[in-house]
């Protein structure tokens, strides 16, 4: 199994900067694209929205609500991704959930797995 734990998150007034982190553990055979996912508060349960990913060889996509504001790195050393986030706005107000597609050992195949979340408030 794989393990996927985040942590930075917190409460930051607009126009500030969060730098959220996805440590991945466990029995790792293969991470392939890592992203970070937000559920907002008035979202159906389960409706999750893409914020940016990026693959194992660094390339990135991002939403297009966050463009030009976030950015989304990783070290495949430590199986951990970061997305910093600058000039935040409340309508970034979300739980921010990490997920990571990829194997682990003696199971070939690539599934995708999720950290719990956390959360992310900007005040106005």
């Known amino acids: 199994q794989m393990q996927l734990v985040e942590s930075g998150g917190g409460l930051v007034q607009a126009g500030g900067s969060l730098r959220l982190s996805c440590a991945a553990s466990g029995s790792i055979f293969s991470i392939n694209t890592m992203g970070w996912y937000r559920q907002a508060p008035e979202a159906p349960e389960k409706q999750r929205e893409l914020?940016?990913?990026?693959?194992?060889?660094?390339?990135?996509k991002y939403g297009d609500s966050v463009k030009g504001r976030f950015t989304i790195s990783r070290d495949n050393a430590k199986n951990t991704m970061y997305l910093q986030m600058n000039k935040l706005i409340p309508e970034d107000t979300a739980v921010y959930y990490c997920?990571?597609?990829?194997?682990?050992?003696?199971?070939?195949?690539?599934?995708?797995?999720w950290g719990q979340g956390t959360q992310v408030t900007v005040s106005s």
């Open positions: 997920n990571a597609h990829g194997a682990t050992m003696g199971d070939p195949y690539d599934v995708d797995y």
């Open positions: 914020v940016a990913s990026i693959t194992t060889g660094g390339s990135t």
